[in-house]
């Protein structure tokens, strides 16, 4: 089973699971982290020149402007200048966005993991602000990756010996998922994200503590799409690219407090 990415999350205000006092202790549950970097790139039309008085001199103090008209003589000047701008958008700027929710107090030691519960048969992820020292928050609801189309290549192989009463499972998965991304807070004071593209990642079987479970090598996803910025004054949008990543899983012998068991009183 190809261990894709259903859902990722960010930009939410903390949540946390409610358990019913005298729940049951969680068993461990075997895991792993990858880290989330963001890079992307937005676009916009932005004024190219300064305002300039009646002779064509630039007026200071300067302000932007895209236009201008003035005269010399029996000559008359008309100029038009626009400019392109890129802003970089990063997980700094996610953290940032989170701070100003009230989600975090400052941004700094934050980080953005996916915490995955692995399996060979099914996994369940969901990404955390994670900080040393500090319970892991999780955020969610303001950024999606479905997938709608998928290609994958498998190499699976599980040898029993009866005689030794021993099972040896070896490994790997390579894929191309066609996905949507959305970062949409809905709230104007954020910007909000309408991204398509491609994810590839590879995982391999590993056998750990002697449970075998897939783990993600990497995960690489490309996008383009449209956003948009609380201070934009047109509706069209920035035209924006660039790529996510997920590093290469690292064990964790315990996952169960990132996905406590939700019990409903009755």
């Given at each position: 089973m190809k261990p894709n990415i259903k859902q990722i999350t960010l930009f939410a205000v903390a949540s946390s699971a409610l358990v019913t006092a005298g729940a049951a202790v969680p068993v461990p549950i075997q895991g792993s982290e990858q880290t989330l970097t963001l890079q992307l790139a937005t676009h916009q039309t932005v004024d190219g020149t300064y305002?300039?008085?009646?002779?064509?001199?630039?007026?200071?103090?300067?302000?932007?402007?895209?236009?201008?008209d003035w005269s010399k003589g029996d000559v008359d000047y008309y100029e038009y200048v626009t400019k392109i701008e890129t802003q970089k958008y990063g997980v700094k700027q996610v953290l940032e966005a989170l701070d100003e929710a009230g989600v975090i107090d400052g941004i700094a030691g934050w980080s953005i993991k996916q915490i995955e519960r692995v399996g060979l048969e099914d996994s369940?992820?969901?990404?955390?602000?994670?900080?040393?020292?500090?319970?892991?928050?999780?955020?969610?609801?303001?950024?999606?990756?479905?997938?709608?189309?998928?290609?994958?290549?498998?190499?699976?192989?599980?040898?029993?010996?009866?005689?030794?009463?021993?099972?040896?499972?070896?490994?790997?998965e390579n894929w191309i998922d066609s996905v949507i991304v959305e970062l949409d807070p809905d709230d104007s004071?954020?910007?909000?994200?309408?991204?398509?593209?491609?994810?590839?990642?590879?995982?391999?079987?590993?056998?750990?503590?002697?449970?075998?479970?897939?783990?993600?090598?990497?995960?690489?996803?490309?996008?383009?799409?449209?956003?948009?910025?609380?201070?934009?004054?047109?509706?069209?949008?920035?035209?924006?690219?660039?790529?996510?990543?997920?590093?290469?899983?690292?064990?964790?012998?315990?996952?169960?407090?990132?996905?406590?068991?939700?019990?409903?009183?009755?």
């Open positions: 305002v300039k008085d009646e002779d064509g001199k630039t007026i200071s103090p300067k302000e932007s402007t895209d236009e201008n369940d992820s969901e990404l955390f602000l994670v900080k040393k020292d500090t319970t892991p928050i999780p955020i969610g609801e303001y950024l999606t990756l479905d997938d709608f189309a998928s290609a994958w290549a498998a190499n699976y192989k599980e040898t029993t010996d009866n005689s030794k009463e021993t099972v040896t499972i070896k490994g790997s004071d954020y910007p909000s994200f309408q991204l398509t593209g491609l994810a590839t990642g590879s995982a391999t079987v590993k056998n750990i503590d002697g449970i075998y479970a897939w783990y993600h090598n990497s995960e690489t996803i490309k996008v383009v799409g449209v956003s948009q910025f609380p201070e934009d004054e047109s509706e069209e949008g920035r035209p924006t690219e660039g790529t996510m990543k997920l590093s290469a899983a690292k064990p964790l012998e315990d996952v169960s407090a990132y996905f406590p068991p939700v019990v409903t009183p009755g």
